[in-house]
T-cell receptor, first 113, second 115 residues
Framework: LAKTTQPISMDSYEGQEVNITCSHN???????ITWYQQFPSQGPRFIIQ???TKVTNEVASLFIPADRKSSTLSLPRVSLSDTAVYYC??????????????FGSGTRLQVQP | DTAVSQTPKYLVTQMGNDKSIKCEQN?????MYWYKQDSKKFLKIMFS???????INETVPNRFSPKSPDKAHLNLHINSLELGDSAVYFC??????????????FGNGTRLTVT
């Protein structure tokens, strides 16, 4: 099973760049790396997904080294509204042979003014 | 329009009761899921259905029974509720473009409190 390890919490200030690193040593060849954001009283929301190297969208960038054993979510110039829990996921093989996403404990990001 | 909607948003009930949570998605996705988030915020998958067929059944008590009348709906019925069932239950859906892990779309959760 592909497990992930993330820092429990991080603090930042408005306008700073935040990098959250996730370790996934047992990632499988076909697994993609996906990041989600969760605000209180809401379901997780998809942020970005990648397989290797670098992916960028309007919200974040995802950096994945060649060995794919880790990944880094980069949030440029965070604001107070970026305060949330961020989850890193990789595919998880289940007994039925189908795949689902297993969520770890996530990283609680607190952005201060 | 809400993509994944679940009802009710809050559910307070007593031990031993039977309750249901409903979920509907209007995204045209093939796969739907139920996740449980406990007080420590861990999100654990419980069930997954693909085109009304059960494909993932995690280790959950038999008191939990999912039902999918069609691929746009996945309901969760819980019998003989226990205190430990108190949690937030999230419904989700995905396009499930195998072998890629297609992004999940979540509802806003149902907070179940068993007293």
């Amino acid at each position: 099973l592909a497990k992930t390890t993330q820092p429990i919490s991080m603090d930042s200030y408005e306008g700073q760049e935040v990098n959250i690193t996730c370790s996934h040593n047992n990632i499988a060849t076909n697994d993609y790396i996906t990041w989600y954001q969760q605000f209180p009283s809401q379901g997780p929301r998809f942020i970005i997904q990648g397989y290797k190297t670098k992916v960028t969208n309007e919200v974040a960038s995802l950096f994945i080294p060649a060995d794919r054993k880790s990944s880094t979510l980069s949030l440029p110039r965070v604001s107070l509204s970026d305060t949330a829990v961020y989850y890193c996921l990789v595919g998880d093989s289940m007994d039925t042979g189908r795949r689902a996403l297993t969520f770890g404990s996530g990283t609680r990001l607190q952005v201060q003014p | 329009d809400t993509a994944v909607s679940q009802t009710p948003k809050y559910l307070v009930t007593q031990m031993g009761n039977d309750k249901s949570i409903k979920c509907e998605q209007n995204l045209g996705h093939d796969t739907m899921y139920w996740y449980k988030q406990d007080s420590k915020k861990f999100l654990k998958i419980m069930f997954s259905y693909n085109n009304k067929e059960l494909i993932i059944n995690e280790t959950v008590p038999n008191r939990f029974s999912p039902k999918s009348p069609d691929k746009a709906h996945l309901n969760l019925h819980i019998n003989s509720l226990e205190l430990g069932d108190s949690a937030v239950y999230f419904c989700a859906s995905s396009q499930d473009s195998w072998p890629y892990n297609s992004p999940l779309h979540f509802g806003n959760g149902t907070r179940l409190t068993v007293t």
